[in-house]
């Protein structure tokens, strides 16, 4: 694909999901700025990935539960390209247990990494997509925001609120222009399902109505669709690309 003149900053892009949405915007013409925290090495080696497609491609260290690092990371972004067109806030961790064995530094932690994050960047965002009058905000929320799950009151918090963000700044941004929309993974082949134990996976899938679980182009597609004009009539939706999981 020709380079499209438009600009993606991905948070946590050096792995999984992230990794994935990077490249296929990388494909699809986006200049990218990949955001990792603490693996340089294999941020790097996404950079050089995306920049074999054609296009420019700056690589940020950047912990987004800090608004100094995010401004920072903002600065360093026009600094570069001038302006920012696309946000996907994709950073995020889990810390599960049942919630009597919970403590509140889990739970805090969990938000600030998945929710205030969020809060953090597109803070940050919106005001260079403001002056041009345009800009696509996609939000990586999960299934378990719709549904919740026993052992993840943190994490389905954090996630269930990333739904409410997403449909209050929509409504906030529209007449700007700014769309905002979020999608819901169901359990996508990652690190992060990697640490479910196998009898666990195999009695997942079978509650999938497609049997499987998702791979991360199964959310870079839907990402990319979201990030680009073709979507420009939806606003404040939350995707599920799940297997049907959310039937
Ligand atoms: P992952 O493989 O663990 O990758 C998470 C990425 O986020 C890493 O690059 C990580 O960087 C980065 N990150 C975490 N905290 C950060 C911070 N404070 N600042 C900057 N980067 C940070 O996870 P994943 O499975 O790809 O998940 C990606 C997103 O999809 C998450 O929001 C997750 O909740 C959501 N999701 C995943 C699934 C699934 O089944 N995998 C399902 C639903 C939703 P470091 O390695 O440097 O910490």
Redesign the pocket.
Known sequence: MPRLDKVALV????????RAIAIKLAKDGFDLVI?????GDVAREVGLLCESFGVKVLVVK????RPDEVEAMMSQVIEEFGKLDVLVN?????KDSLVLRMSLEDFTQVVD??LN?AFNCSKEAVKYMMKKRSGSIVN?????GLRGNAGQVN?SAS?AGLIGMTKSLAKEFASRSIRVNAV?????E????GKLKDDVIEELKKSIPLKRL?N?EDIANMVSFLAKDDSSYITGQVISVDGGMNI
């Open positions: 948070t946590g892009s050096s792995k999984g999901i992230g955001n990792y925290r603490s693996n950047a912990d987004v539960t994709n950073a995020g961790i889990t990494a998945n994050s990586i929320t999960s299934i378990v994490y996630k819901a993974p169901g359990f996508i990652t690190d992060m399902t998702g991360v």
